[in-house]
């Protein structure tokens, strides 16, 4: 099945997946975002990509919080 950004929440949600399940297929989801960019790209939608993937990276915090402070940190530089 292919997940999308809206999905991120439910994915965070399941059960019965182990949290490297999650964050790997939260990463994919992040990592679609960014190859769906181009140099034809307005800023805003740079923009709203920047702002889905730090979204993405608190869903990761839920989970595994040292990696989801990592992935804010390193955004911010």
Request: proline share 3%.
């Amino acid at each position: 099945m292919e997940y999308k950004y809206q999905d991120i929440n439910k994915i965070a949600s399941y059960k019965t997946w182990p949290g490297r399940k999650k964050v790997d297929t939260l990463l994919f989801i992040d990592c679609t975002l960014y190859t769906q960019l181009g140099i034809d790209s307005s800023i805003k939608e740079k923009k709203e990509t920047k702002l889905k993937s730090k979204n993405i990276y608190k869903a990761i915090g839920k989970i595994n919080p040292q990696l989801g402070k990592l992935f804010l940190q390193s955004m911010d530089n």
